[in-house]
């Protein structure tokens, strides 16, 4: 975002709503994006609907730039890194935001992570790159997202990233 506009300025950049309101065009956006507990929620959505970016926080302002990008109802979406400077917490919040917008808008997606266990949870198909070379696809049925097959999983891309992960302990 730039740092000069308000969120409904940055999104009337896009040429999908420079006709609209902003304000109009992007509040509706935002309540898809954030979860809405209660009418208070719904009233600090809209009150955050004209903040400047430096005001937002990291989940805000990764909200934003999901409500940028899926505003003109893309057929592909590109996320390089989207939540690398996410907290814990957050990061599992956008994870399972980002499948709902996949479900509900439907675009392919190309999610581009260093994290192996987001690419696990998010992907349904796994490419590793190495020297600039696929060494691995991998495609990723829901039943293998959890338990011992996505233990399985996560140390197969780890050995093909070069990081061997740690054995589990034993337990006498």
Known sequence: MTPRATVPAAMALNPAIAAASATDAVIPVIRMLMPIASAASAAVIAARADAWPGTLSGGESQRVA?????????????????FGALDALTRLKMHGLLRQLCERHQPATLLVTHDVDEAIALADRILVIRDGLISLDHRVPLHERGGS????????????????APEAPNNP
């Open 66 to 82: 999901l409500a940028r990008a899926l505003i003109r109802e893309p057929r592909l979406l590109l996320l390089d890194e989207p």
């Open 149 to 164: 097959q996505a233990l399985t999983l996560r140390a197969r891309l780890l050995e093909e990233l070069g990081v061997y």
